[in-house]
């Protein structure tokens, strides 16, 4: 927006005003009645004597003992004694001049202006006080002013003869004025207006504060400020300052600031706008709201381009395009959150950045987002809103609720477990259009009612979701997995090159598994009877029990290999494929299988099936069986 309350104007009103009604009082106070003609005001210098300015008027009256009356007054005043130098030219049809007070009146019109007129005031009914060098206009204020004249002194030489100056006109209206020459300041009053090619101001009361040349220092305008701008909104405020700093024009709003441009909006303590490089800075409580961006062209429609997003923050500096439109970008400070209606999502840090181009964040200073269902940590989160597109970097963390709608029967299956949490930790993490990629050393966790259950380490993880659920993941790369004890004491591992599991989002279930390449599944025991079991192949899958979520059928391929060992008993089963049945509690072997225990050795079958609870063996087929020998402590021969 621009909020550029520049009444430099009224500088020259208070300059004009003063010399003039000061030249009549000092002329008419030594003469009774002067006929039609001119009267010369000299002022001496250490030049010599020069002309300071030529008044005229139709006539000059003096109507009581203290009074004098000049009718159609005009004053030209001109610099440095030069008569081509016209500065200022006053005009009222009449003058009134109280020789004993120094006072000067009328209820009349006034006005004051520069030869090419590129400043302007008038007015009705003014009071001058030549003991003060006030001047104060009861009535109808109006001050013009050449927008290029703010920043540099407005009573310079200028051209008698020159033509009106171009460029854009300010404008300031008010009910009353009062301008100071003494202290350079001027004070519109009562229904105050500034009006500029950019915006309006409106407010109760306007101080214009100038340098001792005349140019602009500051303006202050106070009760109710409302500033109006053209393409850049609506600003409010109790206070508004004005000043010029490093050729900027800067303005402060302060006292419950607050900003709007169609939907958008901003609130804080203080708002700080560089009307040149048109950004707006606001401090303490700075609450900032505007829509979702609509999708990208040639994208469907997304249902978060409905609602509204808000950014909280201590500080945030809002930047407009040079012209018109809606912001373009922001950056923020000071315990950052961001909250979206669409997803009701929130995330949090000590900084951000937003860019309107691509819709984007980027956040810093243990920076989060989370959506009640998930939640994304790193040292740097950045986001494409509109495309859904995420990116954690550095110490990234996805944490996802995955207990799921079916959770009352995995409850019982687990020992009454309600609560489930998926942790995923690695170096980087890029999540699009529900898919997550996690890479380098990644680290995926299951808690449990705050228990840690299951961990996965690999190099890089794939994971897709549904409405916040997980329904699949593709671990790549050192893969290594293990589960908690259970209440048996029993923990599950694996290892391989890859590893796809399967989910469903509507019961929170495990559907399947598969292990590629160099896959080794080991079951141990803590206990001291404990058995351990190991079974190594290049291909392993399994499929969950819809309702108890536990192993339903898992099967070997491509060359598996049994290993057991329980207290001094050793198991070691080989075969092209196993087939492990949850129901009937046993593993198949077919393909040439073969198996050694502590006592036989059996060969040449159709198919093994073992039993590992009873560690007992079913052959079929033309088998062999060989017995082996009991060991002795007898030395061989």
């Not at 901003?266 to 609509?294: C, E, I, K, M």
């Not at 999708?295 to 809002?318: C, H, I, V």
């Not at 993880?461 to 659920?469: A, G, P």
């Not at 536990?550 to 070691?572: P, S």
Request: glycine fraction near 8%.
């Amino acid at each position: 927006m621009k909020t550029r309350p520049s009444p430099a104007a009224g500088r020259a009103a208070l300059v004009l005003a003063a010399w003039v009604c000061a030249a009549v009082a000092l002329e008419a106070a030594s003469t009774n009645e002067v006929p039609n003609g001119s009267i010369v005001n000299y002022r001496f210098t250490p030049l010599g004597r020069q002309i300071e300015s030529i008044m005229t008027a139709s006539n000059w009256t003096r109507v009581t003992e203290r009074e004098v009356v000049a009718t159609f007054f005009e004053r030209r005043m001109f610099r440095n004694g030069d008569l081509n130098q016209l500065q200022l030219i006053v005009q009222a049809p009449v003058c009134q001049y109280d020789n004993a007070s120094k006072d000067a009146w009328n209820q009349g019109h006034i006005v004051l202006f520069t030869p090419t007129t590129n400043v302007f005031t008038q007015g009705d009914g003014f009071l001058f006080s030549d003991a003060t060098h006030v001047l104060e206009i009861s009535n109808n204020v109006e001050t013009r002013v050449v927008k290029s004249l703010l920043k540099s002194p407005l009573l310079g030489s200028a051209p008698s003869n020159g033509a009106p100056a171009g460029g854009q006109i300010l404008k300031i209206l008010s009910a009353s004025g009062r301008f100071n020459y003494p202290s350079n300041r001027v004070d519109y009053e009562r229904r105050v207006r500034v009006i500029d090619p950019q915006y309006d101001l409106n407010s109760g009361r306007l101080a214009v504060q100038f340098t001792t040349n005349g140019a602009l220092e500051t303006a202050l305008a106070r009760d109710d400020v409302v500033i109006t701008t053209t393409n850049k909104g609506r600003a409010t405020g109790a206070r508004a300052f004005y000043y010029l700093t490093n050729n900027s024009e800067m303005m402060e709003l302060t006292g419950d600031a607050a900003w709007q441009n169609g939907a958008e909006q901003a609130q804080a303590d203080y708002f700080l706008y560089d009307t040149t490089r048109h950004f707006l800075t606001g401090s303490n409580h700075v609450h900032v709201l505007w829509p979702n961006a609509p999708s990208q062209t040639n994208r469907p429609p997304q249902a978060d381009t409905n609602g509204f997003r808000e950014m909280f923050a201590r500080f945030a500096t809002l930047q407009w395009p040079p012209t018109n439109g809606p912001v373009e970008s922001m950056t923020a400070s000071g315990d950052v959150m961001i909250t979206n209606q669409a997803d009701h999502s929130r995330a949090t840090g000590q900084q951000a950045v937003y860019n309107r181009t691509n819709d984007s964040f980027e956040l810093t200073g243990d920076p989060a987002w989370w959506n009640g269902q998930m939640e994304v940590k790193g040292r740097v989160l950045l986001a494409e809103l509109t495309n859904k597109i995420y990116h954690a970097r550095g110490d990234a963390q996805l944490r996802v609720n995955v207990s799921g709608a079916g959770k009352t029967n995995a409850a019982s299956a687990s020992g009454g477990a309600t609560n489930q949490w998926l942790i995923i930790t690695s170096a980087v993490l890029d999540y699009e259009t529900n898919l997550a990629t996690f890479h380098d050393h990644v680290v995926a966790r299951l808690i449990e009612d705050g228990a840690l259950r299951d961990t996965l380490t690999c190099d890089l993880l794939v994971v897709t979701l549904e409405s916040n659920q997980v329904v699949q993941g593709v671990a790549r790369g050192h893969v290594r997995g293990q589960t908690a004890p259970n209440r048996a004491g029993v923990v599950k591992t694996i290892s391989c090159a890859t590893l796809t599991g399967r989910r469903s989002p509507a019961t929170g279930l495990m559907k399947d598994l598969l292990a590629e390449t160099d896959v080794v599944l080991v079951q141990f025991g803590t206990g001291t009877n404990s058995a351990t079991n190991q079974l190594t192949a290049p291909l392993v899958s399994a499929r969950f029990s819809p309702v108890t979520n536990r192993i339903e059928q898992a099967e070997g391929e491509g060359g598996v290999v049994i290993d057991q060992r329980k207290a001094a008993q050793t198991l070691h089963a080989t075969g092209e494929r196993a087939v492990y049945t949850e129901a009937a509690g046993l593993m198949r072997l077919t393909g040439t299988p073969r198996a050694r225990t502590e006592s036989y050795i059996i060969s040449n079958a159709s198919f093994l099936n073992w039993r590992p609870k009873t560690n007992l063996f079913e052959a079929g087929g033309r088998y062999i069986i060989i017995p082996i020998r009991a060991k002795t402590n007898q030395p061989s021969r």
